[in-house]
């Protein structure tokens, strides 16, 4: 028999129902004559406060309310790679077809083109006994991808039949087995999950191996693990969404899941106009062909905005399960934070620091959580990386969502206005940014890099760091009053800053191996070195600063990535040109005594 309650009062969002004593908390419903989707939020006898996915306007009191009997769940199987999806997981293409290019309302959930056909590979046979995370059978879902179809964490048993090799649509069975209390079970090619709750795994591991990220002040300054968390907090325009494209396009994750999360339409339409024409640049394929884009902006409704994060999250923890690689960029985290403001306003419910409600920390750190590096249920090794974008008014780091962020993430790329203003991009401070995955994954560039790279990178951050002091004089006081090995620190670090630092996302140093990456690090740190040595002699800076050689220390990133020997070539000239400034400055100091 059908659920079935009655809308009382309806307050945008949050719709107030009678009738619902049956109905479970988080249950999934369809609200209002259009089946709008919502979910049970809070109940109160026989009463129910539902958040509704989609824009209430011309709801009516009286109107039904129909129980789905789950919880808000997402469709996962073949199809989802390469889709564009919305904040509950419909694939924003189908509800065009259905509705025209101003999405209509209602109609349900449907999650995935059930019409396509897939040709499936089966890997398992009649008589296998399979559990929890067993690989049943493969679908080349893109070429990038292969989408592997595992038993889901509560199923195991013995296969009675399965989906011959062939092409099936998504209606098909994928297997029927038999369990351990002899009951037969049938598992559709389309498989459903909760979005708030986490898949389980069969052990977490130690976040020891970085993402590459191209990025040289990331993977060269402040990495971040495979399984890792961080968050780019930055003001108005100071570059998270470049950023978060940068990452979404170089990273060395398999598959990228980008959550547009209440952002400006017009930021999203270049998205959606930007990742379908990208190249992916291993293979040279479409960039689409490993990434599912979630799309919820400013003007959608605000519930789908809270539950976009978890559908991604979902997903990205799917892939993870078949021994991928994923990376998840949520851009941006506060407005995800706002739409739990505004959903608890609605509520009455009773706020903490700037009417953001008391559970905001809790919510982060569930959010977070749901990152890392793991044993899958089936024995691979896979891995959600989670990149959140955090927008503070007016820049303030001190604001409730920032501030609480920081306790769950253990990378931050903190964005600077004055590096913005200054075209410094990314324009990540090195100061005010941390990653505490440095010295895990320290080993790991050691042995696949350069054994150098610890005793290199050290070095960098040494130096930026005296710099801070130097030019606190320097503004004191002005450069000439300064030691020549202090403004020999000063001249090293705006090489560091120009020449290591700044990468401009949009040109052929978008991306750098970290095979360059330590190149320009070591290059500039050696010539710090024999430099220091000069200026212990007495050599006056003025004339190591004036050298051609020094000069093109600044444009060491212009260097391509197929001629990374080149670096030889500047070090032989650079040290030549150290030696005979040596030299001949010893012996005019000879010739004066
Ligand atoms: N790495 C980069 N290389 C070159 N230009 C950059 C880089 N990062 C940012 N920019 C420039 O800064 C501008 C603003 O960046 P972006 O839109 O990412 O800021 P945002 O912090 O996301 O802004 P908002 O607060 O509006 O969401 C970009 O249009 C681009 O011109």
């Known amino acids: 028999m059908e659920r079935q309650g009655r809308i009382v009062a309806i307050n945008g969002p949050v719709v107030r129902a009678r009738g619902l004593a049956g109905f479970a908390m988080r249950e999934m419903v369809e609200v ?52 564009i999806l919305d904040g509950i997981g419909r694939p924003l293409g189908a ?82 087995l038999r369990d351990g209390f002899g009951r037969e079970r049938v598992l559709p090619l389309m498989q459903r999950w909760p979005v708030r709750r986490a898949r389980p795994v069969r052990q977490r591991l130690l976040p020891e191996e970085p993402l590459l990220t191209g990025q040289r002040v990331i993977d060269g300054y402040f990495p971040i693990a495979r399984g890792g968390v961080a968050a780019i907090p930055g003001g108005f325009g ?41 190249e992916d640049p291993k293979t040279g394929r479409p960039l689409m062909e490993r990434t599912i884009l979630i799309a919820n902006t400013s003007n959608m409704p605000v519930a789908a905005r809270e539950a976009s994060i978890y559908t991604g999250l979902t997903i990205a923890e799917y ?29 009455e419910e009773i706020p903490a620091e700037e009417g953001f409600p008391a559970y905001l920390p809790s919510r982060l750190a569930e959010f977070y959580e749901r990152a890392g590096r793991v044993t899958t ?34 990378c931050f790329w903190a964005l600077e206005r004055d590096l913005a203003s200054a075209r410094h991009y990314p324009a990540i401070s090195w100061m005010n940014s941390y990653s505490e995955y440095a010295a895990e994954v320290r080993p790991w560039f050691e042995s696949h890099i350069d054994p150098r790279w610890g005793s290199v990178q050290d070095e960098v951050r040494r130096l930026l760091s005296e710099d801070e002091r130097v030019q606190q004089v320097i503004q004191l006081v002005g450069e000439d009053v300064l ?111």
């Open 377 to 410: 249920m089936g024995g691979e090794r896979g891995s959600v990386t989670l990149i959140g974008a955090v927008s503070p008014p007016g820049g303030d780091f001190t604001e409730p969502v920032t501030r609480h962020t920081k306790r769950f993430i253990r």
């Open 319 to 347: 892939f993870r399960d078949m021994g991928y690689d994923v990376a998840l960029m949520a851009d941006s985290t506060s407005r995800w934070a706002e739409a739990l403001r505004e959903i608890s306003g609605r509520l």
């Open 32 to 83: 209002g004559p259009l089946r709008l989707l919502g979910e049970v939020i809070r109940q109160e006898g026989d009463e129910a406060i539902l958040q509704v996915f989609e824009d209430t306007q011309g709801l009516l009191p009286g109107e039904p309310v129909v129980g789905l009997g789950e919880p808000l769940s997402v469709t996962l199987g073949p199809g989802l790679v390469g889709a």
């Open 238 to 278: 100071t570059g998270k969404t470049v950023t978060q494209h940068q990452l979404a396009k170089w990273s060395d994750a398999q598959l990228v899941v980008y959550i547009g999360c209440g952002e400006r339409g017009n930021e999203m339409t270049q998205v959606l106009e930007e990742f379908p024409s990208l």
């Open 483 to 593: 030691p020549d090995e202090q403004r020999l620190v000063a001249l090293v670090a705006s090489i560091i800053k120009i020449g290591f630092l700044q990468q401009g996302a949009f040109g052929p140093d978008a991306f750098c191996p970290p095979a360059k990456t330590f190149a320009i690090m070591e290059l500039i740190v050696h010539f710090y070195r024999r430099a220091r040595d000069l200026v212990a002699k007495d050599v006056p800076l003025r004339l190591i600063r004036e050298a051609k050689e020094v000069e093109a220390l600044y444009r060491l990133r212009e260097i391509s990535v197929a001629d990374l020997a080149s670096f030889e070539e500047i070090r032989l000239k650079l040290e030549s040109r150290l030696e005979r400034i040596g030299t001949e400055r010893l012996a005019v100091g000879r010739d004066r005594r």
């Open 95 to 176: 509800l065009m077809k259905k509705s025209g290019p101003f999405l209509g309302r209602g109609g349900g959930l449907e999650q995935l083109d059930e019409d396509r056909n897939w040709e499936i590979f089966p890997q398992v046979t009649k008589g296998d006994i399979v559990t929890a995370g067993t690989l049943l059978a493969t679908v080349k879902e893109t070429p990038l991808v292969e989408h592997r179809l595992l038993l889901p964490p509560d199923m195991e048993g013995e296969v009675l039949e399965v989906l011959p090799q062939g092409f099936h649509d998504g209606r098909a069975s994928l297997l029927r």
